[in-house]
Nanobody, 124 residues
Framework: QVQLQACGGGWVQAGGSLRLSCAGSGLHFSDYRVGWFRQAPGKEREFVGFINWDGGGTTDYVGSVKGRFTISRDNAKNTVYLQMNSLKPEDTAVYYC????????????????WGQGTLVTVTS
């Protein structure tokens, strides 16, 4: 049974940092692209970024987080990380990790497996 477990959320002041983790079981992350999405209250789920399955770990991010967020992976631990720096109140959301074998990666519908979400709250 495939499970993704996202954790690491919490409260942080604007300008601060958090690192989210996404641990996978029942699958090998090295065979999947892993994406991060977020959903703020009253808004649609938004693509944040993804990391490819290749050894170089190609990444892509939505424009609003480029230069602030970094996704990395540790295939030996079957874990993907989302390092979030210079956080802003508008980054407040529930963050989800997801896994896909699709060549598409920016839409929620591209992903087959989802974690349960972890809440990030950024105060001004």
């Amino acid at each position: 049974q495939v499970q993704l477990q996202a954790c690491g959320g919490g409260w942080v002041q604007a300008g601060g940092s958090l690192r989210l983790s996404c641990a996978g079981s029942g699958l090998h992350f090295s065979d999947y692209r892993v994406g991060w999405f977020r959903q703020a209250p009253g808004k649609e789920r938004e693509f944040v970024g993804f990391i490819n399955w290749d050894g170089g770990g190609t990444t892509d991010y939505v424009g609003s987080v480029k230069g602030r967020f970094t996704i990395s992976r540790d295939n030996a631990k079957n874990t993907v990380y989302l390092q979030m720096n210079s956080l802003k109140p508008e980054d407040t959301a529930v963050y989800y990790c997801a896994a896909t074998r699709s060549w598409q990666y920016s839409r929620a519908t591209d992903y087959a497996y989802w974690g349960q979400g972890t809440l990030v709250t950024v105060t001004s």
